[in-house]
């Protein structure tokens, strides 16, 4: 079947340090994968995504790159913020039935310090 | 105003009682879910529904039941809650044809349900 499967957290940095999220997951075919971030007392939303093969997916210094053949979607960032501190899900759409039903890892909760 | 409202946002029950968690939306989107998160475990889906007359069991429907009564409201019933039931859900919605959102989710803020 499908699943996500992520790093357990927290995940502790100092700000300006660098961020790595891995994300690995099990799917047939090829699905479409995300990366979601829920700031505290907020639903989720929208960080990136990527929906082929050796895509890249960007947004707010946020990078990750579709690796089929690892069955990665490793999210990075270069220089974290305070305001990052967050929980960040990986997510895949299968597309068998072609519906968006994602499939959600168990999410990764990081806190960024000054 | 919020794309996707829940209410209520936060509400503590007893073991028994019968809870309805509402969700709107202004998307303008056919299709809606239901998830529930629990600590290390994610977002489980528990209904979904990709019109007024569809309604689909998700992996954890159990205890749990849907109404859609238009197409920008759907809520979730507890019809007998129980202390397990205790959990964050949110309301999530999505275009019917993916485009450049292709499975992009736009979810509510949540409601925070605890059962006693």
């Known amino acids: 079947g499908n699943s996500v499967t992520q790093m357990e957290g927290p995940v502790t940095l100092s700000e300006e340090a660098f961020l790595t999220i891995n994300c690995t997951y099990t799917a047939t075919g090829y699905p479409s994968l995300f990366w979601y971030v829920q700031y505290p007392g907020e639903g989720l939303q929208l960080l990136l995504k990527?929906?082929?093969?050796?895509d890249k997916g960007s947004n707010k210094g946020f990078e990750a790159t579709y690796r089929k053949e690892t069955t990665s979607f490793h999210l990075e960032k270069g220089s974290v913020q305070v305001s990052d501190s967050a929980v960040y899900f990986c997510?895949?759409?299968?597309?068998?039935?072609?519906?968006?039903?994602?499939?959600f890892g168990a999410g990764t909760r990081l806190a960024v310090h000054p | 105003d919020a794309d996707v409202t829940q209410t209520p946002r936060n509400r503590i029950t007893k073991t028994g009682k019968r809870i309805m968690l509402e969700c709107s939306q202004t998307?303008?989107?056919?299709?809606m879910y239901w998830y529930r998160q629990d600590p290390g475990l994610g977002l489980r889906l528990i209904y979904y529904?990709?019109?007024?007359?569809?309604?689909n069991k998700g992996e954890i429907s159990d205890g749990y039941s849907v109404s859609r009564q238009a197409q920008a409201k759907f809520s979730l019933s507890l019809e007998s809650a129980i202390p397990n039931q205790t959990a964050l859900y949110f309301c999530?919605?999505?275009?019917?044809?993916?485009?450049?959102?292709?499975?992009?989710?736009?979810f509510g803020e949540g409601s925070r349900l605890t059962v006693l």
């Open positions: 999530a919605t999505s275009a019917t044809r993916p485009t450049s959102g292709t499975g992009e989710l736009f």
């Open positions: 997510a895949l759409s299968p597309l068998s039935g072609g519906y968006n039903k994602l499939i």
């Open positions: 529904s990709f019109d007024v007359k569809d309604i």
């Open positions: 990527a929906t082929k093969a050796d």
């Open positions: 998307k303008g989107h056919d299709r």
